[in-house]
């Protein structure tokens, strides 16, 4: 899934402080998400999937791990029904 189809999800993860799931999202997270927001060029790069967390990202923003949890096990398989 690209970042383009992941939008609604990443834009209520920033309104609502919250991942998917539910879990809180730090200050850092919020700013890595509203760059992948902003980056509007990028729209077509994939979006990523942290399995800890479950927060959906930008996989340009996520070199060392998950931005929120520091989790490493990552996935681009991100499901239709993980998304909004």
């Given at each position: ?8 999800t ?20 919020i700013?890595?998400l ?21 927060l ?14 520091g ?5 681009t ?8």
């Amino acid at each position: 899934m690209n970042i383009l189809d992941s939008i609604p999800t990443m834009r209520a993860e920033v309104a609502f402080r919250k991942t998917p799931t539910g879990r809180a999202i730090t200050d850092d997270a919020i700013a890595f998400l509203e760059a992948a927001l902003s980056d509007e060029k990028n729209y077509e790069s994939e979006a990523i999937k942290c399995l800890n967390c479950n927060l959906i990202q930008s996989s340009l923003l996520v070199p060392e791990g998950c931005v929120n949890c520091g989790g490493k096990d990552l996935t681009t398989d991100i499901k239709d029904n993980d998304v909004l």
